[in-house]
């Protein structure tokens, strides 16, 4: 019998997602010819990964957690192909324990990741046997990591959106549940940034040149259209920053005047959002 290595067998586990002894079994049966091999599994019944490559996989679930001292939280977001592998307690139970490994490790990519340890697996070939399992495309697709003084993480409706804020004053439970109206405010209007300094100069002259268009289209004369655009970016900031959004709970105030009022010099340092798809 061909004698057949471990990294071989990884390999065809990798361009499949079959089991490991099924692996080792079909490249053993054809000599180590990994094409054969592939046509030994699917003629055994084995569900196949590489032919579900081109299939999209948009579905999936978010995970955002902070750990208890709150000063670290992660978003994963783990994909699949239907809405009913979604929301399958399984398909969660398994996105949050990816969660949580990224919690406890703070891997600094997505690759560093998924090579991570799951048992007596990596992340990456845990995923695999998933596949194989349920006959779908699944990966982990985004993960954020966020340190910080004080990390407040909140999940939008059934795991579709997770949005992890930073905020700058030591936790309490007062400035927690702030966080989470903040969070829940990053959820629902998609800031670009934190503050108006923290937005990039490309999105700050795309806007400048969008407002000088609308000018010009209005027929405002050319000296006037830099001011106009000018305005028009004063607008941008005051809808599109965080800190300069109208409070949703409470439309009297912006965000951050809002949070002056729940503690003194209480404000927002960074925040991630992550929406499903």
């Known amino acids: 019998m061909t004698n057949i ?55 999936g679930a978010v995970i955002a957690i902070t750990n208890e001292s709150r000063n670290c939280g992660v978003i994963v977001e783990m994909n699949c192909e239907t809405d009913f592998v979604a929301k399958n307690e399984g398909f969660v139970a398994l996105a949050t324990e990816i969660a949580n490994i990224a919690l406890a490790n703070k891997p600094a990519s997505l690759e560093a990741l998924k090579a991570l340890p799951f048992g007596s697996v990596t992340i990456a070939d845990r995923l695999l046997d998933e596949v194989a399992k349920i006959g779908e495309k699944i990966d982990v697709n985004k993960y954020e990591l966020v340190e910080g ?55 700050v002259e795309r806007e400048l040149e969008i407002g000088r268009e609308q000018a010009r289209a209005e027929g405002k004369p050319e000296a006037m259209l830099d001011k106009i655009a000018q305005g028009k970016l004063e607008k941008f900031y005051k809808e599109s920053t965080l800190l300069a959004q109208e409070f949703v709970k409470d439309s009297s105030k912006n965000v951050a005047k809002y949070l002056e009022g729940v503690e003194s010099g209480l404000t927002v340092v960074r925040f991630k959002r992550v929406m499903l798809g």
């Open 5 to 59: 290595s471990a990294a071989e067998v990884n390999k065809l586990r990798q361009m499949t997602g079959a089991g490991l002894m099924d692996c080792k079994k079909a490249l053993a049966e054809t000599g180590g010819d990994f094409d054969q091999a592939v046509d030994y599994l699917r003629k055994k019944g084995a569900k196949i990964s590489a032919n579900r490559a081109d299939r999209e996989a948009k579905e």
């Open 149 to 203: 003084n004080n990390v407040i993480s909140y999940i939008h409706g059934a795991n579709r959106m997770g949005v992890l804020v930073e905020l700058n004053n030591a936790p309490s439970e007062v400035n927690f549940a702030s966080g989470k109206d903040v969070a829940m405010q990053i959820a629902a209007m998609n800031p670009v940034a934190v503050n108006k300094e923290e937005v990039d100069a490309s999105t």
